[in-house]
């Protein structure tokens, strides 16, 4: 397994896999280096060995990419998300789908609007997740046949591909809670939205608490992201650019 850091290792981990011995092949630890346990000090250093046996998710920091600003989120947050596939939005209903068809992308697609449109049927909120399924002509108008889920109910709605607002293209399928957002390897890094959050996109950034096992001392517990200037028994992912390499759990 290739070296990587104790974040990215932590968030990629599947609770289920521990424990996991980790060994640390690289790195300088400055003042976070020096732990008190039980009264005993330790340190990390180069080639030591640490048995991870509990990861808990502490809080979800969500930064609006755009302005800086952050809001945390409670790990029991019910809010869905969805990835939006690329950082460009479209003027018209007509270029997304134009932009769609260029990607060789099948519909159906998944597309949301920054402004709420109005229809026959009903209003469409903003930022509201919608299917479009066929583009079709209506009533001698080249339309785009759309689909809201309202409840359990899903409406259908037809909308001229001329249709003007700030729409972007979303994930295919369906969406995602907190918990599967943060284990989907594929959506650690791309911009995400929610209808139950302020900004039209985020990015995620979990913080996790890691138990552990040195093979010195009897138990290590450590913030697995932390700042650097927290208290010393906090710091075991300050030690930029710290690594850890997964290794086989009887070498321990």
């Known amino acids: 397994m290739e070296p990587t850091s104790l974040q990215d290792f932590v968030c990629a981990l599947d609770p289920t896999s521990l424990p996991r ?14 732990y008190e346990i039980s009264g005993n000090e330790c340190c990390l250093s180069t080639g030591d060995l640490i048995k991870v046996t509990q990861v808990h998710l502490q809080k979800v920091v ?13 790990p029991n947050f019910q809010g869905l998300f969805r990835r939006l596939t690329g950082p460009q939005s479209y003027g018209t209903l007509e270029e997304l789908v134009s932009a769609a068809m260029h990607r060789s992308k099948e519909l159906p697609i998944w ?12 209003v469409v909120p903003k930022e509201q997740p919608l299917m479009l399924e066929a583009v079709e002509m209506y009533l001698g108008t080249c ?6 889920s309202v409840g359990n109910q899903m409406v259908k709605l037809r909308l001229p591909l001329s249709q003007k607002g700030t729409f972007w293209d979303l994930e295919t399928g369906d969406p995602r809670t907190l918990l599967q957002a943060l284990q989907d390897p594929a959506l650690k890094g791309p911009l995400l939205t929610c209808p139950n959050l302020p900004w039209r996109s985020l990015i995620l950034r979990p ?6 096992i040195m093979h010195i001392f009897s138990s290590l517990r450590a913030a697995a992201t932390c700042p650097v200037a927290q208290t010393q028994d906090e710091n075991l992912a300050n030690g930029h650019p710290g690594q850890t390499r997964c290794i086989q759990q009887g070498d321990l």
């Open 143 to 148: 339309s785009a046949r759309c689909v809201l």
């Open 207 to 212: 913080q996790y608490e890691i138990q552990a």
């Open 62 to 74: 969500c930064e609006n990419p755009g302005t800086g600003q952050t809001i945390e989120l409670d």
């Open 21 to 34: 011995v980790l060994k640390v092949c690289s790195g300088v630890y400055f003042q976070g280096s020096i």
């Open 111 to 122: 597309f949301m609007s920054t402004h709420k449109i109005d229809t026959k049927a009903r």
